[in-house]
């Protein structure tokens, strides 16, 4: 793996380095890895399918592909929606002729598979669900995490479809009824844009903010909420859903097809991006579970 821009003294902190280093890696390093080291192989795999174009270096007809989302590829399949630079384009054309070229596409929802076929990429016999599971750590019985209860929990990204507005306006609108409420965020730091929401909103002394936990402390964090939230506004699986559930966790969660068929009639749902349905779904949520 190179981090021939990371070490750079004036920029290898940046973001911009660590980017750079990814690219480098994905496009130029494995490829080249791939084609002097992957002789004498039945199968590959290629678990992610931001990795794709790893395919054009591995054996015709041996690769299968875990496609998890279509969001690397969202530029391409809707511009509009997703505006991007040339090169950036030209990457994920890469990745995705990437992923048409595998023998095996696998999937992990059905909601997924249509999109897939909404927007003919691949061949529906070469698609395979291959739905996510929860890791042994996430049970209902165990270790508790001893946070400020009663508190909400979101496990994921602060990318910008996670919807970290909503979660922190609904945190706020709570606190309006239920002063004692805390948020537990497990995942990077906040963007600048969230911090200031977060400032805004005097919300500073109300989160608490983990990262680089193993997966036991994370399931002791879903055995000690009073409610997991995942306002997404569009997910490829929602894999907080089913280690919640799996912990015994009530969960509210956005209504979202590829959220009900994960979730089912074990979570709760509230319509993405609306705050005030979020907050009342959150408290009646939190009244049923006897939180103060």
Do not use: M
Not at 93 to 114: E, M, P, Y
Not at 143 to 154: G, I, K, Q, S, T
Not at 156 to 164: E, L
Not at 182 to 201: C, N, R, S
């Amino acid at each position: 793996i190179s981090a021939r821009f990371s070490r750079l003294p004036a920029i290898g902190r940046r973001n911009v380095a660590f980017n750079a280093d990814r690219l480098l890696n994905r496009f130029i390093h494995f490829p080249r890895f791939l084609k002097c080291h992957s002789a004498g192989y039945d199968f590959y795999h290629v678990v992610d399918h931001t990795y794709a174009q790893l395919v054009h270096s591995l054996p015709q007809g041996r690769a299968g592909v875990f496609c998890h989302d279509l969001d690397a590829f969202r530029c391409l399949l809707e511009p509009a929606r997703d505006p991007r630079p040339w090169w950036f384009r030209a990457l994920a054309r890469r990745s995705l002729r990437g992923l048409q070229k595998a023998a095996v596409v696998f999937h992990s929802t059905r909601a997924i598979r249509v999109e897939i076929e909404r927007h003919c990429l691949i061949d529906p016999t070469r698609l395979v669900h291959a739905p996510y599971g929860a890791c042994a750590e996430f049970v209902p019985d165990g270790r508790v995490a001893n946070e400020l209860a009663p508190f909400l929990l979101h496990v994921g990204s602060n990318i910008p479809r996670k919807r970290i507005d909503v979660l922190l306006q609904t945190l706020a609108a709570v606190r309006r009824e239920l002063p004692k409420v805390q948020l537990v965020k497990i995942g990077g730091p906040f963007t600048l844009d969230q911090q200031a929401l977060i400032t805004e909103l005097d919300l500073e002394r109300s989160i608490t903010r983990r990262e680089g936990l193993s997966r036991a402390e994370i399931a002791a964090l879903y055995r000690g909420a009073a409610l997991v939230l995942l306002p997404s506004d569009a997910e490829g699986f929602g894999l907080p859903v089913i280690e919640a559930l799996a912990c015994g966790a009530p969960v509210l969660a956005s209504d979202l097809p590829v959220l009900r068929e994960v979730g089912g009639e074990a979570a709760k749902y509230a319509p993405p991006g609306s705050v005030n349905e979020w907050a009342a779904a959150t408290l009646q949520a939190l009244s049923e579970v006897d939180a103060p």
